[in-house]
């Protein structure tokens, strides 16, 4: 197992936010992640990534117990993360934005790999431009590239799709497909748009709050047990 999330306890003070949260994620497989406002989605992600510090439980990744390493070990070891809101640096240039992927490259390459614009050509056409100009869509783009610099072996998305036009998240699941496809990138996609989900996941978790309540292999199949848990 790729990534494997134990038992998982996450506080924010006083307030528990997640409880015993088990969940994993096979090598090369996506698997979705699916929950309505507020039930812990980003938590579980930031914890998977350090940026929170479990109570209790534990958080493996290729076999190696990463519950207490620091995030950039975590990007190091194969973890690319793109984060809620896309948080790409607005004043660098879409390359520099790129460039800043590399420093998590296990490879240590030093240019940016052309996949990268296979994947995103709008991007090649704006290295020059600041992220800050770019549209919500495009930005979304750039921060998927950013992750995928790094060439990781688990890519984290927190709703990808939210806020974003409808050209553009054809493009997104389009990618998705095409990364899932290639067989050497498994992906974990907190998602609350029903039909992307369903349309890439080879397995699911539901969450309602900050447990798992659901958690099946066919979505498809299990579309009508899964609504009442989403906002819409
Ligand atoms: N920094 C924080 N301090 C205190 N409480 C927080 C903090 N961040 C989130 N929370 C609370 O923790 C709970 C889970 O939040 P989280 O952001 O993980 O939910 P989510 O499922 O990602 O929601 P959304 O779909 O809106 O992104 C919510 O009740 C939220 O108000
Ligand atoms: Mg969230």
Known sequence: MLLQVHQLNVSYGET???RGVDLEVPAGKLVCLMGRNGVGKTTLLKSIMG??????GTVRFNGVDL???????????GIGYVPQGREIFPQLTVR???????????????????IVFEYFPMLKTMLGRKGGVLS??????????????AEPKLLILDEPTE???????TQIGEVL?????????AVLLVEQYLEFALDLADSYYVMEKGAIV??????????????????F
Not at 51 to 56: A, E, I, K, N
Not at 96 to 114: D, S, T
Request: proline share 7%.
């Open 67 to 77: 519950t207490h390493a620091r995030p950039e070990v975590r990007a190091r070891a």
């Open 96 to 114: 520099e934005n790129l460039q800043i992927g590399l420093e998590a490259n296990p490879r240590r390459l030093r240019v940016v790999p052309e």
């Open 16 to 18: 528990a936010v997640l």
């Open 136 to 149: 919500g869509g495009q930005q979304q783009q750039l921060a998927i590239a950013r992750a995928l610099v």
């Open 177 to 185: 497909h095409e990364l899932k496809g290639s067989g050497n990138m």
């Open 163 to 169: 806020g974003i036009q409808p050209s553009i998240i």
């Open 51 to 56: 940026q929170l510090r479990p109570s209790q």
């Open 214 to 231: 659901l958690h099946g292999h066919s979505a498809q199949e299990d579309r009508e047990a899964i609504k009442p848990y989403l906002s």
